[in-house]
């Protein structure tokens, strides 16, 4: 059974930089042939799928919020990170980190593990 959690800051001042790591255990984030991605969801608004990083290594982004999200991974803790800058009011959301054979999806169907989520503010 693969296990994802999310940890990291619940607050985050508008034009700082915000930090998760998602933690696996029950498989490695290197086996064949799946993206570990990150997910967001806003109040009121659908899953945003915000970027992702393949077994092999290959990072991908959502063209939208390129400019301003890195995702990186450690594969000796076998842990992938998300780091987006510049973040502000509309940022607040709860993020998810998820396993999938898709890239780029927004449907939680299309994901067969996910965190429980945690919530990020980033205040007025």
């Known amino acids: 059974q693969v296990q994802l959690q999310e940890s990291g800051p619940g607050l985050v001042k508008p034009s700082q930089t915000l930090s998760l790591t998602c933690t696996v255990s029950g498989g490695s984030i290197t086996t064949n042939y799946y993206y570990w991605s990150w997910i967001r969801q806003s109040p009121g608004k659908e899953l945003e799928w915000m970027g992702a990083?393949?077994?092999?290594?290959?990072?991908y982004y959502s063209p939208s919020l390129k400019s301003r999200t890195s995702i990186s991974r450690d594969t000796s803790t076998n842990q992938f990170t998300l780091q987006l800058s510049s973040v502000t009011p509309e940022d607040t959301a709860v993020y998810y980190c998820?396993?999938?054979?898709?890239?780029?999806?927004?449907?939680?169907?299309?994901?067969?593990?996910r965190g429980q989520g945690t919530q990020v503010t980033v205040p007025s």
């Open positions: 990083i393949r077994y092999s290594g290959g990072v």
């Open positions: 998820a396993r999938s054979q898709h890239l780029g999806s927004s449907r939680w169907g299309d994901y067969d593990y």
